[in-house]
C-alpha cells in the first residue's frame, strides 16, 4: 500500500521537471513486450482495460486508474476488451531525491485508484496543449498543472480510502484552506476543486460538519477578521475591506452590517467609547 502523504510530500519538497507527454488510442488486443523505462512516469486511463507487468508485478487497469513506474523499470501491456485503449502518459524528471526515499514511493512502480475524475482529465488536456511552451512561464505554468493533477489525483485516492465519503479531518482541511487564504478571491467551485469533489458534494459536506455553507463560512471568517482589525487601531475602513478580500468598500460595509446589525465605522466608534 503507497503511503499518500509520503509521496504528497516528495512532490512538495523536491523539484520535479516534466520531459514530455502523451495523449495516445491504441487498438484492442495490442501488445507491448519488453519495454524499458528510463525516466520518471504517470500513465492515466482515460478509457478502456489493459494488463500490465512491470518487474514480475501484474496491474490490472481500468478508467480511472493511474499507474507509476520509475527509470529502468520492464513493462509489459496488453490491451483487453474489445475497446480502443485511451490513455496519457506524463514523464518527468525528479531531482534531488534525498537518500531517505531511495527506494521508496516515486521510486517503485504502483497503482493509484482515484477514480474517473473529470477534472483530472481536463488538466491533462491543458498540460498537453501547454507542454512545450517556451520560457520561464511557460515552465511554471506545466509544472502547476502536473502538480495539480497529482493533487487531484491523492485527494481522490484518500476520498476512496474513506469509502467514498469525506470525513471529518477532510473538511478540517478545507477550514484551514479558507482560514488562511480568506483574503483572496474565493468561489465554491475553487474551493470544491481543491478538495476533488463537485460544488454540490463538497458545499454539502462542509455543511454538515460544520453546520454553515461553505461561502457563508468564507463571509463570516472575513468579518471576523474585520472585526478584530478594527478592534487593533485605526485602520482606514477601505484597507480594512482589501486585507479580508473586499475590493469594493461599499459591499464589504453591507456585509458587515449584515453581520453586526451595525456599519464599520459605528462599530469602530462604539468601540472607542466603551474603553
Do not use: W
Not at 181 to 202: D, G, I, V
Not at 254 to 265: A, E, H, I, L, T
Request: a positive charge.
Amino acid at each position: 500500500m503507497i503511503d499518500l502523504d509520503k509521496l504528497a510530500e516528495i512532490y512538495a519538497s523536491c523539484s520535479c521537471d516534466i520531459e514530455s507527454a502523451y495523449r495516445l488510442v491504441i487498438q484492442p488486443e495490442s501488445i507491448l513486450s519488453d519495454f524499458r523505462t528510463v525516466s520518471h512516469g504517470f500513465l492515466f486511463i482515460i478509457r478502456g482495460e489493459a494488463k500490465m507487468c512491470v518487474n514480475g508485478t501484474a496491474y490490472e487497469l481500468l478508467p480511472g486508474s493511474v499507474f507509476h513506474a520509475a527509470p529502468g523499470m520492464r513493462l509489459d501491456s496488453r490491451v483487453i476488451g474489445q475497446s480502443e485503449l485511451e490513455y496519457s502518459l506524463l514523464f518527468y524528471r525528479l531531482d534531488k531525491l534525498g537518500d531517505g526515499n531511495r527506494g521508496h514511493e516515486c521510486g517503485s512502480h504502483f497503482k493509484l485508484e482515484p477514480g474517473v475524475n473529470p477534472r483530472v482529465i481536463q488538466l491533462l488536456i491543458m498540460l498537453h496543449q501547454n507542454v512545450h511552451t517556451l520560457g520561464g512561464i511557460g515552465k511554471l505554468r506545466v509544472k502547476e498543472l502536473f502538480l495539480s493533477i497529482v493533487h487531484q489525483v491523492l485527494v481522490g485516492c484518500r476520498y476512496r480510502e474513506n469509502g467514498h465519503f469525506p470525513n471529518k479531518r477532510v473538511i478540517e482541511e478545507a477550514v484551514a484552506y479558507i482560514n488562511g487564504h480568506y483574503m483572496n478571491p474565493l468561489t465554491l467551485s475553487e474551493l470544491a476543486e481543491l478538495h476533488a469533489m463537485s460544488p454540490k458534494r463538497f458545499s454539502y459536506f462542509f455543511h454538515k460538519y460544520t453546520g454553515l455553507r461553505p461561502i457563508d463560512y468564507v463571509i463570516h471568517y472575513r468579518m471576523e477578521r474585520a472585526s478584530e482589525l478594527l478592534k487593533a487601531g485605526h485602520f482606514p475602513i477601505r484597507d480594512i475591506a482589501v486585507s479580508v478580500g473586499y475590493a469594493n468598500q461599499l459591499y464589504f460595509s453591507r456585509v458587515f452590517k449584515k453581520k453586526f446589525g451595525v456599519s464599520p465605522s459605528a462599530y469602530t466608534h462604539k468601540i472607542e467609547n466603551h474603553k
